[in-house]
């Protein structure tokens, strides 16, 4: 089967490699249809996640058709259209009993980084009847994909861990696709400002289009006293990370108000600084968080109802056969307006 390899730090290859087997008796085959790239792919390309080995398949992220299942299988068969989960759950461990998915002793996010992925026609998915859902009948495919990742990431690592409720100010430093599923999410809750950062005019007008009550451009180093002045002098009850550098980390804990809540989304490849000295004193909270994809089920049942419409997020689409094409224009999306793009084998 064609899939797409990591070689090690800024190399990549698409190539043949034997289609994937079962392992264990919770395991499924499944037969990718589409796929996309992540964020977190480019991560793994820069070296960042030191848990993913060249050699491996990358991607996790996809819907598909299952081949075959492993005898401990109950809740899928050959041939049920299956959305595949980021992060595969045993359901059983004491992380599991947590809600902790990411961090189940015999999962957690393993597919694309310390197994084989789903950047290729096939994916062995463990833990098959915790880890992968049902596909609704007459719902975009293309839709569902925003559903493996980006959208259970923006809602529980922005939405959830910021405590965004009815009637709060927030900022979304970042409009790439994490910060535009925080975006989109964030409205379940009624907030009175979402206000998005971003240096790119292009996302921040696709922010406004998707519920931004303000945008702000922070090329010029003056985004702090844009919000300040957009909140009355206070600043935000939640500021969310969702790009992963040290400038927007120290931007959200620089705009957000006394007792209010800085919720990190984004994928750190190098350290950032922590100013306790001056912020010891204002009360707010700073959380982290590996989406769990606890949420996907609700999640689900919004875009079956049109509630979201999260296929608004994608751009571009592409073949197995043009994957490399396709990373190279994810790789500049802000040369090419790239949000999330559709690989279909």
């Known amino acids: 089967?064609?899939?797409?390899?990591?070689?090690?730090?800024?190399?990549?290859?698409?190539?043949?490699?034997?289609?994937?087997?079962?392992l264990e008796s919770g395991d499924a085959i499944v037969r990718i249809v589409k796929t996309t790239i992540c964020g977190t792919d480019l991560h793994i390309l820069k070296g960042d996640v030191t848990t993913c080995q060249p050699g491996r398949i990358l991607g996790h992220e996809g819907v598909?058709?299952?081949?075959?299942?492993?005898?401990?299988?109950?809740?899928?068969?050959?041939?049920?259209?299956?959305?595949?989960?980021?992060?595969?759950?045993?359901?059983?461990?004491?992380?599991c009993r947590r809600g902790m998915y990411s961090h189940c002793?015999?999962?957690?996010?393993?597919?694309?980084?310390?197994?084989?992925?789903?950047?290729?026609?096939y994916v062995?998915?463990?833990?098959?009847?915790?880890?992968?859902?049902?596909?609704?009948?007459?719902?975009?495919?293309?839709?569902?994909?925003?559903?493996?990742?980006?959208?259970?990431?923006?809602?529980?690592?922005?939405?959830?861990?910021?405590?965004?409720?009815?009637?709060?100010?927030?900022?979304?430093?970042?409009?790439g696709p994490v910060g535009?599923?925080?975006?989109?999410?964030?409205?379940?809750?009624?907030?009175?400002?979402?206000?998005?950062?971003?240096?790119?005019?292009?996302?921040?007008?696709?922010?406004?289009q998707f519920g931004a009550t303000q945008t702000v451009n922070s090329a010029d180093g003056k985004a702090v006293e844009?919000?300040?002045?957009?909140?009355?002098?206070?600043?935000?009850?939640a500021a969310v990370e969702a790009v992963g550098v040290p400038a927007t980390f120290k931007l959200c804990t620089d705009i957000v108000s006394p007792?209010?809540?800085?919720?990190?989304?984004?994928?750190?490849?190098?350290?950032?600084?922590?100013?306790?000295?001056?912020?010891?004193?204002?009360?707010?909270?700073?959380?982290?968080?590996?989406?769990?994809?606890?949420?996907t089920p609700m999640l689900l049942k919004t875009v079956v109802s049109h509630r979201i419409e999260p296929k608004l997020l994608i751009t571009h689409r592409f073949k197995l056969d043009e994957i490399m094409d396709a990373y190279d224009m994810f790789s500049r999306a802000a040369e090419t307006g790239a949000l999330k793009v559709i690989i279909e084998t």
């Open 226 to 237: 844009k919000v300040r002045a957009l909140t009355g002098g206070e600043g935000v009850d």
């Open 124 to 175: 062995r998915a463990p833990h098959a009847d915790t880890s992968l859902h049902h596909l609704p009948d007459g719902v975009d495919e293309e839709a569902l994909v925003m559903l493996s990742d980006i959208l259970p990431t923006g809602f529980e690592c922005g939405v959830l861990n910021g405590k965004i409720s009815p009637g709060s100010a927030v900022a979304i430093v970042g409009a």
């Open 1 to 22: 089967m064609k899939a797409l390899i990591f070689e090690g730090p800024g190399k990549k290859s698409l190539a043949q490699r034997p289609k994937p087997a079962i």
């Open 105 to 121: 002793r015999t999962g957690g996010w393993i597919l694309g980084n310390k197994i084989d992925g789903t950047q290729a026609e």
């Open 64 to 95: 598909g058709v299952v081949d075959q299942v492993g005898g401990g299988v109950t809740a899928f068969k050959a041939g049920d259209r299956v959305l595949i989960s980021c992060i595969s759950s045993c359901g059983k461990c004491d992380f």
């Open 180 to 208: 535009l599923a925080t975006l989109l999410t964030a409205q379940f809750y009624s907030p009175a400002e979402i206000i998005v950062i971003d240096v790119n005019d292009k996302r921040l007008a696709i922010a406004r």
């Open 259 to 295: 007792g209010g809540v800085v919720a990190n989304a984004g994928v750190h490849g190098v350290k950032v600084d922590l100013h306790l000295e001056r912020l010891w004193f204002q009360n707010i909270s700073i959380t982290t968080r590996l989406v769990d994809t606890v949420s």
